[in-house]
Every structure is written in C-alpha cells, then in structure tokens.
C-alpha cells in the first residue's frame, strides 16, 4: 500500500484520481498501438497499388470526410448521451476498420485500398477526439494540468513499441495482416472506453459541466464573419493553416520517394515505416520532453521559427 502510494507522489496522482488515470492511459496506450498498425500498413499497400499522383486526391478525400464526420457528429451529439456518442463513434471506426481489412484481405482491388488509404486520418480524427473528450468531462482545468500529459503518454509509448515491433511482426505475417491487429486494439479501446462510462458514469453525465454554476449567464453568440475582421483571429487561423500545408508537403515527398526506393513489396516498405517512424516516435518524446525548457529560455518566436529552419537543412 505504502508502494502504491509512494508510486502515485511520484506520478503527482491523487489517490481518489487513480483509477481514471489508468484506464485513460491504457486507452491511450490502445490507440497508439492501432494508429501505428494502421497506418504502416495502409501507407505501405496503398504505395504498392498506386502512383505518387494519387496521394494528393487522397488528401483532399480525407480532408471532406473529415468534415462530414465533423458535421454530422456535431448535429447528432446535441441528441444523444454523452456515452452513447462516444460508444457509437468506436463502434463505427472499429467496423468500418475491420470490413476494410477484411475486404483488403479477400479481393485487393484498388478502390479499397484508396478508402483504406484516404480512412487513417478519420480513425485518427474519432480516436484522439473521443479520447480527449472523456479525459475532459472526468478531469476539470485544474487536474488536467497535471494529468493531461501523463494520460497522453501512453500513445506515445505504445506508437514508439508498435512502430519498433512491425519488423519482427513481419517475419510471420504479411503486411494486410497488420489491419487485423489494428481492429483487434480497437476493440480493446472499445472495451476500455465501456467500463471507463461505466465506472465515472456521474463525471461524464451531461447533466452540468465541471465548474458551471446554476447563475453564470449565457455568453453572447460572437458571429463567424466578425471574428474573420479580427486581426487576432486572422493570424492565430494562418499560424493553424500554415503548418498543415508544410506537412502534407513533406509527407506527400517522402511518400514518393519512399515508392522510388522500395520495390513495390508491402512487407519491405512497411518494415521500413515501422523502424523510420519508430525513432521518429523516440524524437517526438524527446521534444515533448525538452520543448517545454526550450520555451521558457528562448521564448516563442525561436521555437516557431527552429522548424523551418532545420526543414531548409539539406
């Protein structure tokens, strides 16, 4: 009991916020796992079956299905349970991921996997969304200060130990079969996210928000076309927009260069994703661990500006 407890000052967990935290972290632990099966193999079949030139249409598809899913999620929240929402948006990416991998498996045709393909950033978009949105209905501002960054360690963990572990997977199976083990981790998120609801069903009640008050007035509807007038609102948009075309430029050129190098073989590209994308993940932790010093002796601007910087390096 004394371990135990010694474990939680080490974390900075109080006792009656432990349970929480640990279902949250091996729900996070879950979705890494999935999202780097997933995207390891949709990356490595959709460049076996298509041309550089094809990638950019994916972008733009997964860009309106992302929107759609935005829109519709957001007109049907308003009529269900907060539970109900989170159930049925797993319960959707978890059948939709698992019809695909077993319509990849059985026929190979091109149009599946473009969806597979063009299907990564939605899986990404309803996972991280629907996890973030428990994390802030069981915890208020206060304990999320402490704890956000602990509970999102767990995908980062899981990412680096699912990227690493693609090669040896791929010394038994094949590169679709990664889609299976995708579907099998979010099934286990399903799993996680039932007893989550279950065990705080009173926190994630849609009865009253944390920190809401029975006399706090009704704030005023600000209208989107003035905050488009709003030089704040403007440039803080661009500083959002701006980074997304960087990355999909450098995404879209590595991808190519990738269909270069390899040839055509699933299994060979995907096994160069998971050891390229494995220390790409310990890089990521590292910054995460290291940006917040670097930010607080050199500011902001020299952080906004280090990442072009080192992307003209070449």
């Keep these: 009991m004394k371990k135990d407890s010694r474990i939680l000052k080490l974390m900075n967990i109080r006792q009656e916020e432990a349970k929480a935290v640990f279902l949250l972290i091996a729900f996070s632990f879950l979705i890494g796992l999935t999202l780097s099966f997933y995207f390891t193999a949709s990356n490595a079949i959709f460049l076996k079956h298509f041309k550089p030139s094809m990638i950019p249409v994916s972008f733009i598809a997964s860009g309106i299905l992302i929107y759609l899913a935005w829109w519709i999620f957001s007109k049907s929240d308003r009529r269900v349970s907060f539970s109900v929402q989170v159930l049925v948006k797993l319960g959707f990416i978890f059948i939709t991921v698992l019809a695909i991998s077993i319509g990849v498996y059985l026929y190979n045709s091109s149009w599946l996997i473009f969806i597979m393909y063009t299907w990564v950033r939605i899986v990404v978009y309803i996972t991280l969304v629907t996890f973030w949105s428990m994390a802030g209905k069981i915890f208020n501002i206060r304990q999320g200060k402490r704890i956000f960054g602990l509970i999102g360690t767990g995908e980062v963990v899981s990412v680096m130990i699912g990227y690493f572990s693609i090669p040896l997977i791929l010394t038994f199976l094949k590169a679709n079969h990664l889609l299976f083990l995708a579907s099998g981790t979010l099934l286990l998120?399903?799993?996680?996210?039932?007893?989550?609801?279950?065990?705080?069903?009173?926190?994630?009640?849609?009865?009253?928000?944390?920190?809401?008050?029975?006399?706090?007035?009704?704030?005023?509807?600000?209208?989107?076309?003035?905050?488009?007038?709003?030089?704040?609102?403007?440039?803080?948009s661009l500083l959002a927009l701006l980074p997304i075309f960087g990355y999909l430029f450098v995404d879209f050129l590595f991808l190519a260069q990738t269909k270069l190098e390899f040839a055509n073989n699933p299994e060979t590209i995907a096994g160069f994703f998971g050891i390229f994308l494995g220390f790409v993940s310990v890089i990521e932790l590292l910054l995460k661990l290291f940006s917040g010093r670097f930010l607080n002796k050199y500011g902001i601007k020299p952080s906004l500006i280090s990442l072009p910087v080192i992307l003209l390096i070449p």
Aim: a positive charge.
């Design 189 to 236: 998120c399903l799993i996680i996210a039932t007893i989550i609801l279950r065990t705080f069903r009173n926190e994630l009640s849609d009865s009253k928000t944390k920190g809401e008050t029975g006399t706090e007035k009704k704030k005023p509807e600000t209208s989107y076309w003035k905050l488009v007038k709003e030089p704040y609102f403007m440039l803080i």
